[in-house]
């Protein structure tokens, strides 16, 4: 027979391995974009922690990582903005991009 005290004390003991899988490697996650995608993470008027890729041809931005909108034509401007969000019509590619390999 289960009791309630014996429950607690199982679901206690898988509590430490729970929360070591969840938070395992967060810091090693990053989200990955296409540097001709018209996303914010490829915008010069995004303010978040990015990186170029080896090969200029991907963004590479940790995970959750969110940024502000610069842009003051967009929506956006002034507020969070995540990484994958669009609005492509004041979209201008990031500096980094358009200078990699010259």
């Given at each position: 027979?289960?009791?309630?005290?014996?429950?607690?004390?199982?679901?206690?003991?898988?509590?430490p391995?729970?929360?070591?899988?969840?938070?395992?490697?967060?810091?090693?996650?990053?989200?990955?974009?296409?540097?001709t995608?018209?996303?914010?993470?490829?915008?010069?008027?995004?303010?978040?922690?990015?990186?170029?890729?080896?090969?200029?041809?991907?963004?590479?931005?940790?995970?959750?990582?969110?940024?502000?909108?610069?842009?003051?034509?967009?929506?956006?401007?002034?507020?969070?903005?995540?990484?994958?969000?669009?609005?492509?019509?004041?979209?201008?590619?990031?500096r980094?991009?358009?200078?990699?390999?010259?």
């Amino acid at each position: 027979m289960i009791t309630r005290r014996s429950l607690i004390r199982r679901i206690a003991g898988f509590l430490p391995a729970l929360a070591a899988s969840l938070c395992a490697g967060r810091d090693g996650h990053a989200a990955t974009f296409s540097a001709t995608d018209r996303r914010c993470a490829t915008c010069d008027f995004w303010r978040g922690k990015r990186k170029l890729s080896a090969d200029g041809k991907r963004i590479i931005v940790p995970d959750d990582e969110r940024g502000f909108c610069t842009n003051g034509q967009s929506p956006l401007s002034g507020k969070v903005a995540f990484p994958g969000q669009v609005y492509p019509d004041g979209h201008k590619t990031w500096r980094q991009i358009t200078s990699f390999g010259n």
